[in-house]
């Protein structure tokens, strides 16, 4: 590759799905894959929600569709992609976001909430790479990135459902990426610690809890979401071709302690 390399992050006429856009980093993600040119199909479960995040995609000038997606069923997002390709005539970049867990001990969980956990992070990033791979395969061309944590790196007390499910999409995320290097489609994964979303709105909009996790971060502060989607465009573009297998953690420093 040669020429300037800012333009090497440009996702003109470049398509993406990104799942659990209806807020939080899926919703920044789908923005910022916007404003670097991509049209976005932007699921979830949630209609109003993606509606207003596939409003802010046009805004930038780009496609958008909105497709109310359940990442808990195969037939939900094989119906996504399908309406996505006849849409779209295509998918280059698929960014598995969708995700959560609950902080709860494990002696307090039952086995419903186990697999829950363990189906809407990890069987779901199962579900949409399963759903796109042909379509990338025989395009000879893929950009995939899963959101696992750094939570999926260490461990931690009372939320041992989300670690395993985090830990396990590291390890898809390297399987798959050497199934794929020959079909020219990468695999990586997103390893973040805290950002502010609504999700974590609970924790940081508390003071004696926010000041608690606050104080875990070397950098001294919480993330936040227009931090993230930088790195996850890098990822998405051909600023990145010899990056796969990889997990990029993104973290303000609370691995490195
Ligand atoms: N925020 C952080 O500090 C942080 C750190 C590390 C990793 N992560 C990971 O980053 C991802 C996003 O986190 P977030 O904080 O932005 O979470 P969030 O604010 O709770 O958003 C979660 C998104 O996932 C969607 N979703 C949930 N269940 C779904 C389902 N069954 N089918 C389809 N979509 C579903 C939600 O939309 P609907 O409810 O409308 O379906 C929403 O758009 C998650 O995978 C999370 O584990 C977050």
Redesign the pocket.
Known sequence: MSGNVLEKFRLDGKTAIV?????????AIAVAFAEAGADVAV????EA??AETAEAVRSLGRRALAVA????SSA?VASMVEGVVSEFGKVDILMN?????DMRPLVDTDESEWMRIID??LN?TYRLCRAVGPHMIARRYGRIIN?????GLVGVKNVVP?CAA?GAIIQFTRALALEWAEHNISVNA???????????SRVFDDPTLGAKFTASIPAGR??Q?DELAPLVVYLASDASPYMTGSVIVIDGGITAA
């Open positions: 799942t659990g856009a209806s807020r939080g980093l899926g919703r699921a979830a479960r949630t929600a993606i997606c359940d990442v808990h939900s976001n969708a995700g959560g867990g809407l992070n779901s959101m696992s944590s750094t939570y989300y985090k997103l390893a973040p610690g805290y950002f502010y979303t609504e999700r974590t919480v993330g979401n």
